[in-house]
T-cell receptor, first 107, second 113 residues
Framework: TQLLEQSPQFLSIQEGENLTVYCNSSSVFSSLQWYRQEPGEGPVLLVTVVTGGEVKKLKRLTFQFGDARKDSSLHITAAQPGDTGLYLCAGGGKLIFGQGTELSVKP | NAGVTQTPKFQVLKTGQSMTLQCAQDMNHEYMSWYRQDPGMGLRLIHYSVGAGITDQGEVPNGYNVSRSTTEDFPLRLLSAAPSQTSVYFC????????????FGPGTRLLVL
C-alpha cells in the first residue's frame, strides 16, 4: 500500500518568513502533485512533478521531486497571509493524499 | 462550465437514515471519484469510476455505494448512516490520464447524530 507522510502537520509563521513542507513515502511514485485547499472549498492543483530531481517554480513557491521519486518538498519564500491554507501532496494511480500541512501566515 | 457541482452543501442525518450525495461534472471527464476528509487525515478515497458503468472501491468503501449510469453523474449513497460517517465529502473528476489535474467540487458537510 502506498502511503504519503507530510510534515509538519501544522505551521504558524509571520509574514515574510520562509518555510518548507515535506512529503515522504517508502514507495516510488511516477509523479506527485501538490494541492492547496482553502476553508470551505475543494483542493486546487498547484503543480505536478514527474521527473526525479525536477524543480518547478510558481512565483514564490518552489516544488522539488526527489531523485528517487519517493519524496517531494514545497518551499515558500517570503510567505504572505494569502498563502494561508491546507497544502496536500498526492500521487499514485488512484491518487492517494498525504494528511496535509495546515499553514497559517500572520501579518 | 460549472465544473464539478455537489449537492447538498450541508446535511444532518440521524443514525440509520439513508441519503444520496449528488455529484455532477460538465467537462466530459471519464474519471470520477469520491473522497472523505477528516481532521488530520487528508483525503481518503471511497469509490471511483473510470467511465459510465464501471465503478471500483477505494481505501474506505464500507457503508457507501456508488453507481455511474452517465458520464456526468456519480452519486454516493449512504445506506445506513453512522456517526463515524460524519465528515466532509468531496467529489472529483479528471480525464483519467496519468498526471492529469483532478478537479474537486466544493464539498458536502455531513453530520450524523
Amino acid at each position: 500500500t502506498q502511503l504519503l507522510e507530510q510534515s509538519p502537520q501544522f505551521l504558524s509563521i509571520q509574514e515574510g518568513e520562509n518555510l518548507t513542507v515535506y512529503c515522504n513515502s517508502s514507495s516510488v511514485f511516477s509523479s506527485l502533485q501538490w494541492y492547496r485547499q482553502e476553508p470551505g472549498e475543494g483542493p486546487v492543483l498547484l503543480v505536478t512533478v514527474v521527473t526525479g530531481g525536477e524543480v518547478k517554480k510558481l512565483k514564490r513557491l518552489t516544488f522539488q521531486f526527489g531523485d528517487a521519486r519517493k519524496d517531494s518538498s514545497l518551499h515558500i519564500t517570503a510567505a504572505q497571509p494569502g498563502d494561508t491554507g491546507l497544502y496536500l501532496c498526492a500521487g499514485g494511480g488512484k491518487l492517494i493524499f498525504g494528511q496535509g500541512t495546515e499553514l497559517s501566515v500572520k501579518p | 462550465n460549472a465544473g464539478v457541482t455537489q449537492t447538498p452543501k450541508f446535511q444532518v442525518l440521524k443514525t440509520g437514515q439513508s441519503m444520496t450525495l449528488q455529484c455532477a461534472q460538465d467537462m466530459n471527464h471519464e474519471y470520477m471519484s469520491w473522497y472523505r476528509q477528516d481532521p488530520g487525515m487528508g483525503l481518503r478515497l471511497i469509490h471511483y469510476s473510470v467511465g459510465a458503468g464501471i465503478t471500483d472501491q477505494g481505501e474506505v468503501p464500507n457503508g457507501y455505494n456508488v453507481s455511474r449510469s452517465t458520464t456526468e453523474d456519480f452519486p454516493l449513497r449512504l445506506l445506513s448512516a453512522a456517526p463515524s460517517q460524519t465528515s466532509v465529502y468531496f467529489c472529483a473528476s479528471s480525464t483519467g490520464r496519468s498526471q492529469e489535474t483532478q478537479y474537486f467540487g466544493p464539498g458536502t458537510r455531513l453530520l450524523v447524530l
